[in-house]
């Protein structure tokens, strides 16, 4: 069949399942704990257009891109500012687009189904919930379905969610209706370990109400916290103190493996029309207010960030705008098969046995003359 039934371990961006003009692909999570597309052979009509937009499969990029515009922004309104992950530059695009006739498809966070989601705001108001950093991967289908092609829109998602939804819009005659924006973008971790991490927390906190995975309660460079509010109590979790979701996330022990092995979306690499993140690096480390990156590679996305009237735009070279954004794609921990297997269909650890595990890879990738000299001052 001339359709993605063939495709595993890939990005899950979820613009096959809304191309299918049959409804015949579903995303569901796989065993790994990824989005990947299922296909009912028995109603696809090999139109292939699910092949056409897939970002996986297709080479390149689905914008070439070699001029840029870059910039350190934020926002002139401090609570949004605050609430941010960066500098809140992404809430203020869109609040300007919606008040010119827009539509704006973020990601929110859905407390029931415990998941990060794309759906439609069509209110400031109501895209308020895209604020902040959902560090999961996000379910786009019932969102980008949502999408009416006829209306403007402006479309916010991972690099290889907005790649595969510009080959959509292009094979449809319909970019000029759109404003594309992604972002910086570490990968995915698998939504098991999510699942795993909540359910160690919640006995304590109790229903979880609310779920953020940035605060800047103790300062913008000290901001990767996770923060769970429940019926019970609030449980505030440093990166810095060890927290166990960032040190699984952003040490890579449950990576997708597309975004290890296949990501071609890092550093200057992409499909948007606006790219923002948050602004690391010497020029703004006294910062502790948030500072968002903003990047233009087109000139509609430059248009944007230039009439951005609540926004303070200090123009730089991208050298410095994307300092300590990563070029290269994540390696997976050196411990990285035995947590894929402890994670398989979404079986659940302790967080003592977490931390255990860690604790082996870290003396693991300590090198031997180091572990010589250990057990030398040991015996002594």
Known sequence: MNNVSDIKDCFGCGVCAVVCPKDTISIKLNKNGFYEPIVDENRCIDCALCRNVCSFINPGLGLETTETTSY?????????????????????????????????????????????????????????????????????????????????????????????FRRYIKKFRKEDNFILMDFFCHGVPSMWMWYNYLNIYTPKVGRISSVTWRNKRTGWHDSWAMNLVGTNQEIYSLMSEGDLFYRL?????????????????????????????????????????????????????????????????????????????????AKNA????????????????????????????????????LKYKFHRAIKK
Request: charged share 25%; with cysteine.
């Open 72 to 164: 350190a922004s934020w926002s002139n309104d401090e609570s949004i500012r605050l609430k941010a992950s960066s500098g809140g530059v992404g809430f203020e695009i869109g609040k300007l687009l919606i008040n010119q006739g827009y539509k704006a498809c973020g990601v929110r966070y859905n407390i029931d189904k415990r998941r990060a989601e794309h759906y439609i705001a069509d209110n400031v108001e109501d895209y308020k919930a895209s604020i902040g950093s959902k560090y999961i991967q996000s379910y786009t289908v019932a969102g980008l379905k949502s999408v009416n092609l006829k209306e403007k829109f402006l479309v916010t998602g991972t690099p290889c969610q907005i790649d595969s």
């Open 249 to 329: 996330f952003l040490g890579d022990w449950c990576m997708n493996p597309a975004c290890v092995k296949n990501c071609k979306f890092k550093y200057k690499a992409s499909s948007a029309d606006i790219r923002i993140g948050d602004l690391w690096g010497e020029t703004y480390k006294n910062d502790e207010k948030g500072v968002s990156a903003a990047i233009a590679f087109t000139n509609k996305g430059k248009e944007i960030l230039e009439s951005l009237n609540h926004c303070t735009l200090k123009s730089h070279s991208f050298g410095v705008v994307a300092e300590g954004q990563m070029k290269k794609n």
């Open 334 to 369: 050196i411990l990285y098969p035995i947590a894929r297997i402890m994670l398989n269909h979404g079986q659940n650890y302790s967080l003592r046995t977490w931390d255990r595990l860690t604790k082996i890879a870290f003396y693991l990738s300590i090198p031997s003359v």
